[in-house]
């Protein structure tokens, strides 16, 4: 169980362009999903929590207008890196947290998208 | 944002060898959790600690909460080649709002020894 599916694991886009990552919980429901940046050989780096109806959270130093949010159900959650640019190039991972299995559970991540701008 | 301190940064390992690892942070943590990392792929969780002083394995894995709550550490017992990748720490202040948020460690990348 828990599992997460991140769509796609590859892409390749134009600079100008916007590009939208999807995050599905495939047999739970996630209140809450969360947004990862993770560049080479670094850490994973929390952009922005995304809550089911209501507006995401960003992290300081996170641009709203470029990475934008929406958790429109329990199961769906899209980033979608507008206007992007190479910098905006990375891994973009993806996790959701299974509150049906008590607030102490771990949380699940998606496969991640490698996003490359060119 | 935050990072744990996490440490060594990479490691060689012989097949058969035991591999250990830790996470120090100077704030008190409610949850450890430990992941490995595979090239191109998401973190997968390997063992969730909730408890202060609690002992915790997954076959060969072993991981413990630190009894300050302000470390945890890793061990891998009889490495096999499949172990190669990178795990993470990860530490949960609490349970709700953003201190619920995971905070992650660097990542310590194990490879095999040429």
């Known amino acids: 169980g828990a599992v997460v599916s991140q769509h796609p694991s590859r892409v390749i886009c134009k600079s100008g362009t916007s590009v939208k990552i999807e995050c599905r919980s495939l047999?739970?429901?996630?209140?809450?999903m969360f947004w990862y940046r993770q560049f080479p050989k670094q850490s994973l780096m929390l952009m922005a929590t995304?809550?089911?109806?209501?507006?995401?959270?960003?992290e300081q130093g996170v641009e709203k207008d470029k990475f934008l949010i929406n958790h429109a159900s329990l199961t769906l959650s899209t980033l979608t890196v507008t206007s992007a640019h190479p910098e905006d190039s990375s891994f973009y991972i993806c996790?959701?947290?299974?509150?049906?299995?008590?607030?102490?559970?771990?949380?699940?991540f998606g496969s991640g998208t490698r996003l490359t701008v060119v | 944002g935050q990072q744990l301190n996490q440490s060594p940064q990479s490691m060689f390992i012989q097949e058969g060898e035991d591999v250990s690892m830790n996470c120090t942070s100077s704030?008190?943590?409610?949850?450890w959790l430990w992941y490995k990392q595979d090239p191109g792929e998401g973190p997968v969780l390997l063992i969730a600690?909730?408890?202060?002083?609690e002992l915790t394995s997954n076959g060969r894995l072993t991981a413990q909460f630190g009894i300050t709550r302000k470390d945890s550490f890793l061990n891998i017992s009889a490495s096999i080649p499949s172990d190669v990748g990178i795990y993470f720490c990860?530490?949960?202040?609490?349970?709700?709002?953003?201190?619920?948020?995971?905070?992650f460690g660097k990542g310590t990348k194990l490879s095999v020894k040429p």
């Open positions: 990860a530490g949960q202040r609490s349970y709700g709002g953003s201190q619920g948020n995971l905070i």
């Open positions: 600690l909730y408890k202060a002083g």
């Open positions: 047999d739970f429901q996630a209140t809450t």
């Open positions: 704030s008190i943590f409610n949850t």
């Open positions: 996790s959701a947290r299974d509150r049906s299995r008590g607030p102490l559970y771990g949380y699940t």
């Open positions: 995304s809550n089911e109806g209501s507006k995401a959270t960003y």
